[in-house]
């Protein structure tokens, strides 16, 4: 894989390759000493020789593409488009790699290795028939005391299994795995979140972990349940105070200087505050982006308030500007503050608390916040995804009339 790049990227004629032929590797991230994570990185070959390969995650559906940065020598540097994280290899020959993922946000390195082949995202391969894993669950994130809700939706064919979890505050987004005798495995990678999680099947029972990075780790039990209910995202979020206005709120613009909200010039403003670290805030953009070019005629405005991670004003501001014009957003973008929900639940003190990033507020032309909707469910939650689009287009479209 490597060698082809550096060779396409210093121009030079290569023999013994078939172009258009796309190859897979398999990753593994080493969170510690304990712990990996497996994905995939496909390779799509370019179709003529002055054409570049092209890099994606993947993680069963969801396609994330890699942008090439540096091709020196042995190693190569791919980076996430959003995220702000890349990945850095060395070959060790044609078939492996070894390297690390480096996560800009938090600071930290993980060491990676990798080999090329059409291999299972967790292994060993067993003659063990795999245990059946039903379609929805009704799941227990944590101990008793501090046990959080949720739902376990999955698909699995054979030994493969995909899925999501969706919580009252958003979804674990695209996972992929494989269930091994009586046992499950899934894992999502994709620049920020790595998560990992592992059950064991009891009949219509699942009990296991989940890792997120190289800490945190929590049990969680899930009970077999085709009709599983979470809470809704459009109450968890609610006025408690009449008296506000939020035009004397101030952001400060991608430039640099603060700017109050002005709603009076249209029917509808959608207000989504985010972070540019949140992958859920990022599909949440990427729809986002759908319907401020299908209702702006119409009256829609949507301004995205970035709650960074980043240390000072100024390094939260510039983060969020290359976010702001990597994912190509085509409306206001404004710095909010830091990465807190505490700080963002002072900010909105109207309201009961920001619980989850994202979160979206409805605006009508007077400043009133006549909706709120907490979390994202992204493409990965299916159905669930296509109805909250559904209930969307129906409220905009009542509003702006």
């Not at 669930?384 to 905009?396: M, P, S, V």
């Amino acid at each position: 894989m490597i060698k082809k790049l550096f060779l396409l990227a210093c121009g030079l004629v290569f023999t013994g390759i078939t172009l258009g032929q796309n190859d897979l590797w398999r990753l593994e991230i080493s969170l510690n000493d304990r712990l990996h994570l497996p994905f995939f990185i496909k390779e799509t070959v370019g179709e003529t020789k002055l054409e570049p390969n092209t890099f994606e995650v993947l993680n069963g559906t969801e396609k994330i593409g890699l942008t090439l940065k540096t091709a020196h020598g042995d190693s190569m540097e791919l980076a996430f488009k959003e995220m702000d994280s890349y990945l850095k290899f060395v070959y060790s020959d044609s078939k492996n790699i070894r390297g690390y993922w480096r996560d800009n946000r938090k600071g930290i390195t993980y060491p990676l290795t990798g080999s090329k082949g059409n291999y299972k995202r967790f292994g060993p391969t067993t003659d063990t028939e795999p245990k059946n894993v039903f379609n929805s669950y009704k799941v227990l994130f944590g101990d008793a005391k501090y046990a959080w809700p949720a739902v376990g939706l999955f698909e699995q064919t054979g030994d493969q299994l995909t899925g999501t979890f969706l919580t009252e505050t958003g979804d674990y987004r695209f996972l992929e795995g494989n269930v091994i005798g009586n046992r499950l495995y899934l894992s999502c990678f994709d620049g920020a979140h790595a998560f990992v999680f592992t059950a064991k099947i009891f009949g219509d029972t699942l009990r296991g972990y989940f890792y997120s990075g190289a800490s945190y780790k929590t049990s969680w039990e899930g009970v077999k349940n085709e009709t599983a209910k979470i809470g809704s995202p459009d109450s968890l979020t609610y006025l408690i105070s009449d008296s506000y206005n939020l035009s004397e709120l101030r952001f400060r613009s991608l430039k640099g200087f603060k700017r109050k909200l002005d709603f009076s010039k249209t029917p509808l403003t959608i207000i989504q505050i985010m972070g540019s670290w949140c992958p859920n805030c990022l599909d949440e953009t990427n729809y986002f982006k759908k319907i401020h070019t299908q209702y702006k005629e119409d009256g829609l405005n949507i301004i995205a308030l970035g709650f960074e991670s980043q240390k000072t004003t100024k390094k939260r501001r510039k983060h969020l500007k290359v976010f702001a014009k990597k994912a190509r957003i085509p409306y206001p973008v404004y710095l909010a503050g830091s990465a807190s929900k505490k700080e963002a639940s002072q900010m909105f003190s109207m309201l009961n608390e920001i619980s989850s990033f994202p979160t979206t507020l409805f605006v009508n032309q007077k400043g009133e916040i006549i909706y709120v909707h907490t979390g994202f469910y992204g493409p990965g939650t299916g159905a669930y995804f296509e109805r909250y689009q559904i209930g969307i287009r129906q409220k905009i479209e009542k509003y702006i009339k």
